[in-house]
């Protein structure tokens, strides 16, 4: 061969080398990429939206491209389920990759989080599914099962429809009686899954000999790690997070240049949501009204109303950084409080104030069970909405009968202890054949009379004892706290209550 065509062979092939090169490098170069890995452990609700919400923000400010959502849950509150499945789609999906990474279970409301992220990747051996609403306070029937059914079944569309999963297959997670069958389309050698009323009859275009029954009208869909790769409703099925990473990287043309970042819940976050738990709940309640009911019986300790106190702070706290509790809710409860303070201290007898107290009291409490605008009534509208209200109705079942227990206990053995025996209020009762007597905790009868003037032998908180000549008499002061050696006079006699007011200031 010539030089002369030996040069412009070379000249060919370097340039059809550079142009290969050329072509080449946006495919052989991975783009560098950041991860953080968020974890979604226990049950779902306001407060694990809250810290979802939180940790999604912070990686992003740490300009993350992947976010790995670690799925490990049985479900939990629909609303709360809503409220993070939404926030993957409309939110967070836009401005990164959203992975659902099922480390253990997706089941119930934790399935509806995994399809609402833009892939899921499940690790070998974990469950996707089982969607069904339940309701604790009672069997959903008929039109209250549609309804809440119909609720689902959307969220779940607008899973399918925003990242590409099969929506009969996440139809059939949530309502019985839906055949789910698939069918090969022949021009693109696909699957595709439709209920048993919408299968294409197509010849030309669907293999319809051959379409398959993947759910019967009797079963509810949980799919195992590798029916659902099958199926379409997970990326892939790895071995661990290594593993999905790697998938991540050769599926995308990434590489991930640092480890991902792990983003877990604070103490605060854990503590908030352990406080609402109905076991925590009843304890709280329990220990709040035994609280008050020892202050009554110890008047001057003081150290049982401040426990009361702050129990019944830590409840409505709980609720408020929830949302459960709103300033309405709030206002009424201790408002509440305040008129049963009122009756108690200052207005004799029982009466309004103290109903109403009450009455405020136990509304603004049941307020806070149910989530709700300020200006609307805190009335459940929905399966989710009852079990919220079913969890806190048991805390407050809990703590009921818990301090009816302890109280009743007390009540028996606590004035037996030598160091309480001087500060237990001992019941009296009136005798029945003399005007204004009472008899003393011993038995022995002895006379009082409205107009008798003694001391206080204990603080006054308005509760205590008062010494009238040889009678020791459990009394309550009007409108102030008196101290101990106080002079006091009878001024009431009702039954076995006695009041007094201060001598000196009379």
Not at 162 to 167: L, Q, R, T, V
Request: glycine letters at 10%; a negative charge.
């Amino acid at each position: 061969m010539r030089p002369r065509h030996l040069s412009i062979v070379a000249v060919i092939v370097c340039g059809l080398a550079s142009i290969h090169a050329f072509a080449a490098e946006p495919n052989d170069v991975a783009r560098p990429a950041k991860a953080a890995i968020i974890s979604c452990k226990g049950m779902i609700d306001q407060g694990l939206f809250d810290s979802i919400e939180r940790r999604s923000e912070m990686a992003m400010k740490a300009g993350v491209d992947y976010l790995i959502y670690e799925i490990e849950t049985y479900g939990g509150l629909v609303d709360a389920a809503d409220s993070i499945a939404k926030y993957f789609i409309q939110t967070i999906g836009s401005r990164a990759t959203t992975v659902a990474y099922v480390q253990t279970e997706a089941i119930s409301a934790g399935a509806l989080i995994s399809v609402s992220c833009n892939d899921v990747i499940m690790r070998e051996n974990t469950t996707i599914g089982d969607c069904a609403p339940i309701s604790l306070g009672g069997k959903l029937e008929g039109v209250e099962r549609e309804k809440a059914e119909s609720f689902i079944r959307a969220a779940f569309q607008r899973a399918a429809e925003a990242n590409g999963y099969p929506e009969a297959l996440l139809k059939a997670m949530v309502t019985m009686q839906v055949e789910v069958w698939r069918i090969r389309d022949l021009e693109t050698g696909q699957w595709e899954f439709y209920e048993r009323r919408d299968l294409p009859d197509d010849v030309d275009r669907y293999d319809v000999d051959g379409a398959e029954e993947i759910v019967g009208s009797d079963e509810l869909l949980t799919l195992t790690a590798s029916q659902a790769l099958e199926y379409g409703v997970a990326r892939a099925v790895v071995g661990g997070l290594d593993e999905a990473l790697v998938f991540l990287e050769g599926r995308d043309g990434v590489r991930f240049v640092e480890p991902p970042m792990r983003l877990q819940t604070t103490w605060s976050e854990e503590m908030v949501r352990w406080l609402n738990s109905p076991a925590v709940m009843g304890v709280l309640i329990m220990l709040a009204l035994l609280g008050v009911y020892l202050e009554l019986s110890t008047p001057g300790v003081g150290l049982p109303g401040l426990v009361a106190v702050i129990c019944f702070a830590v409840i409505i706290g709980s609720k408020y950084l929830t949302g459960l509790a709103n300033w309405v809710e709030i206002v009424l409860f201790f408002a509440g409080i305040i008129l049963l303070l009122v009756e108690l201290l200052v207005l004799p007898g029982f009466g309004v104030a103290g109903i109403l107290g009450i009455l405020f009291i136990l509304g603004g409490l049941f307020g806070m069970l149910v989530k709700n605008a300020p200006g609307e009534l805190p009335w459940p509208e929905g399966p989710q909405d009852w079990a919220t209200l079913t969890n806190g109705v048991l805390g407050i079942v809990y703590g009921f009968v818990g301090f009816l227990v302890l109280a009743s206990v007390l009540s028996r053995y606590l004035p037996k202890l030598r160091f309480m025996s001087g500060l237990i209020l001992s019941p009296t009762s009136a005798v029945a054949n003399g005007a204004g007597l009472v008899d003393p905790p011993d038995g022995v009868q002895r006379g009082i009379r409205v107009g008798d003037v003694g001391r206080a032998i204990s603080s006054l908180r308005p509760a205590g004892k008062a010494r009238f000549g040889d009678d020791v008499v459990d009394v309550v002061a009007t409108a102030e706290f008196l101290d101990r050696g106080a002079a006091v006079e009878i001024i009431e006699i009702h039954g076995n209550r006695v009041v007094v007011k201060d001598r000196d200031n009379a």
